[in-house]
C-alpha cells in the first residue's frame, strides 16, 4: 500500500480505505495490478464478459508497459452464454493488445472457470468452450 500511496501522491491524490472492503481482497486486488521489477515491457489485460436477455458484451482494461490506459466497452452482435462471453472478452483483448503492439501480456478474468481451463487445472466438456480454449492458447 505504501508503494501506492507514494505513487498517488506524486498526482496530488491520496488514498481513502472504505471500510467495507476487506482489507485481504484490496491487498490482492493491489498486488495483482502493480507491475513490479521484472514486469518492464509487459501489459496487462482485464477482462469480464456478461450475458444477460437485453443482450451479451464485454469490458476490456488494456493497460500498456507506459500505464497508458485504453478502456473498452464491446457488445456482442450475436447470442451467447455467460461462459461464451466470458471466453469471448479476453480473445478480443488478446486482439486489441497484439493490435497495439504488446509483446509480453499478462492476462486477468474474473471467471474463475475460464482462468482455471486455460491453465490446465479444469477440464474442458463441451465442444464449443474447446474452441475457444484453442483459439486462446
Not at 478474468?109 to 482455471?116: A, E, I, P
Not at 475457444?132 to 492458447?137: F, S, T
Request: glycine share 6%; charged share 30%; proline share 1%.
Amino acid at each position: 500500500m505504501t508503494k501506492w500511496a507514494i505513487k498517488l501522491s506524486e498526482y496530488d491524490i491520496s488514498y481513502q480505505p472504505r471500510s467495507a472492503i476487506k482489507a485481504q481482497a484490496l491487498a490482492e486486488l493491489v498486488n495483482e495490478a502493480t507491475f513490479t521489477e521484472g514486469d518492464e515491457g509487459n501489459w496487462l489485460l482485464n477482462v469480464d464478459g456478461s450475458s444477460t436477455l437485453a443482450g451479451s458484451g464485454a469490458g476490456v482494461v488494456l493497460t500498456s508497459a507506459e500505464w497508458d490506459e485504453l478502456e473498452y466497452a464491446l457488445r456482442f452482435d450475436f447470442k451467447a452464454s455467460n461462459n461464451e462471453t466470458e471466453y469471448e472478452a479476453p480473445i478480443a483483448g488478446i486482439r486489441m493488445a497484439l493490435d497495439a503492439g504488446a509483446r509480453n501480456l499478462i492476462a486477468y478474468s474474473d471467471s474463475q472457470l475460464v482462468t482455471k481451463q486455460v491453465e490446465g487445472e479444469y477440464e474442458v466438456k463441451e465442444e464449443r468452450m474447446k474452441e475457444y480454449l484453442q483459439e486462446i492458447r
